[in-house]
């Protein structure tokens, strides 16, 4: 076995056992490499740490369902807004479909790990502000980005507190839906040329 698919192998184990409805916590790293048929030593050399394989095949998951709706939406028509609204409302949806691995990834994307998320929306918050009469620089579409990805990750993840704060409840699809538009509404404000 190459090194390279070692480290897939050990990926691909994961996301068979995330996806087995079990409980997250149940899952051992002997169980892993157990299954993936590699050495204990190779999820540290590859990963550091069992926290972090679970957290990559936590992304895999739901990268994959990110990617089939970019191949399967129709953008035709849609304002660069309205875009970012529905892919946002798909990402909200897998993972609510995940909950279960809600506890475990959100507090790593948003502690160890480097910022990447919001670089999915940044095309999108570009594209609306290129038809509007604004003196935004790339490190404001950047921090837009930041501030909406991780807004709704915290949202998620503190999804009965949210409600207890505020009447909100994150897992109401309608709910949600408003509060995307509210969150739309503040960062990427509709100034035409």
Known sequence: ???DSKK??????TVQLLTSNRDISSITAREIIAKANVNLAMINYYFKSKEALINTAIKRILKCHMDEYKTTHDKQNLTPKQELKEMLMTFCDVIILYS?????SVPYILVQEDI?????ILPLIRAHYKNHDNNKTEEDYKVIAY?????????LLRSNAFLRYCGIDIMDAEKRSALIDSQLELFLIDTIK
Do not use: D, W
């Open 1 to 3: 076995m190459k090194i």
């Open 8 to 13: 897939e192998q050990l990926i691909n184990t």
């Open 100 to 104: 279960q691995f809600i506890e475990i």
């Open 116 to 120: 990447i998320y919001p670089f999915e």
């Open 147 to 155: 501030q909406i990805t991780s807004f709704i990750q915290l949202v």
